[in-house]
C-alpha cells in the first residue's frame, strides 16, 4: 500500500460501521488511515467537538497499531472527499451507506451517489443499517471477460489476503431465453465459459496462499452476483464499475447500480475506462 485510506465519517456509529473492514487491511500493509468529516455549510457541530471525535478514532485504532490522524474540513461534503482523495492519493476511500435501498437515500444524503461518479480511487461502500461485521469470509469477484472488469483484482486480492477470505471469481454470460435452441450461441457460451475457466486458473496461479473458487453461470449478472453473495453472511462483492465484452456491457447504471441498490453486504468497487 502506497497511500492512505481516507474513511469518511459523520460522528455517528453508523458511520464507523466501515472500520472494522479497513483495521485488517491497514494492519497487513501497515498503512494509515485518514479520517475525514466535511463540515457542510450550516452545520453546528463546532470544529472542536468534530476534532475531538476523530482524535478519539484515531486512539482506538492506535491500540491496534494502526496509523491515523483526523482531518475536519468545511464545504460541500462530496466535493471535498474527492478532492482530498485525490490530494492524498489514496488507495481506497471507504464510507458507510445510509439507506435500505436505492443511492438517493445515502449518508450525507446525495453525496455517496456524487462521489461513485465523480471519484477516480477504489471505494468501499458498508451498508449503514446492516448488522455491523468484524469478519470477512468471501469477496465475490465478478469478471465479464474484458480486462477492464478485472481493475477490481489487485485491491480484492489485498483485502483477501488482510482478512483471510476465500475469493469467489464468478462470470455470468446471457441468458438462454428465445435463443436457448440456437446452437451458434450455445457453442458461443461454451467456449466462453472454458476461456473465463482458462483466465481463472491464471488468476489463481498469480495469488498464491489465496483460496479461490469458480463459478461460471447464466442468467441476469446482478441477479446472480447478489445471490452468491447472500449465500455467505459474511460476504463482500468486488467489481469494476465500466467493463465492456462481446455480449455482456456493464456500466455504470446497469449491474453495479443494480447491485449497489440491492446489495445488503459491503460492496468494493473500482473505475476502469476500459
Known amino acids: 500500500m502506497i497511500g492512505p485510506v481516507l474513511v469518511a465519517l459523520d460522528g455517528s456509529k453508523n458511520a464507523e460501521k466501515v472500520l472494522p473492514l479497513v483495521e485488517p487491511l491497514l494492519r497487513k500493509s501497515k498503512g494509515k488511515a485518514l479520517l475525514l468529516q466535511v463540515l457542510p455549510p450550516g452545520e453546528v457541530v463546532p470544529d472542536a467537538a468534530a476534532q475531538a471525535y476523530l482524535k478519539e478514532i484515531a486512539a482506538r485504532l492506535a491500540k491496534s497499531r494502526i496509523r491515523a490522524e483526523g482531518m475536519v474540513v468545511h464545504g460541500d461534503p462530496a466535493v471535498v472527499i474527492v478532492e482530498i482523495a485525490d490530494k492524498v492519493e489514496a488507495d481506497l476511500v471507504a464510507f458507510t451507506s445510509h439507506g435500505q435501498g436505492g443511492l438517493s437515500q445515502w449518508v450525507f444524503g446525495s453525496v455517496a451517489q456524487k462521489v461513485l461518479r465523480g471519484c477516480d480511487r477504489p471505494l468501499l461502500i458498508v451498508r449503514a443499517l446492516e448488522p455491523a461485521s468484524a469478519t470477512l469470509k468471501r469477496i465475490v469477484v465478478p469478471l465479464d471477460g474484458g480486462r477492464g472488469s478485472e481493475a477490481i483484482l489487485p485491491h480484492a486480492l ?54 479461490f473458487t469458480r463459478l461460471c453461470e447464466d442468467g441476469d449478472a446482478a441477479t446472480r452476483i447478489l445471490a452468491r453473495a447472500e449465500k455467505e453472511p459474511e460476504s463482500m462483492i468486488a467489481m469494476a464499475n465500466h467493463a465492456r465484452t462481446g455480449f455482456s456491457r456493464w456500466i455504470y447504471g446497469s449491474v453495479t447500480e443494480k447491485v449497489l441498490q440491492a446489495a445488503k453486504c459491503p460492496v468494493l468497487i473500482a473505475r476502469t475506462s476500459t
Request: hydrophobic residues 40%; contains cysteine.
Open 158 to 211: 489485498a483485502i483477501a489476503r488482510a482478512c483471510g477470505a476465500t475469493v469467489d471469481l464468478i462470470h455470468v454470460t446471457t441468458e438462454h431465453g428465445v435463443e436457448a435452441d440456437d446452437s451458434k450461441l450455445r457453442g458461443w457460451i461454451g467456449k466462453e465459459r472454458k476461456r473465463m475457466d482458462a483466465r481463472f486458473a491464471e488468476i489463481e496461479k498469480g495469488a498464491k496462499g489465496l483460496k
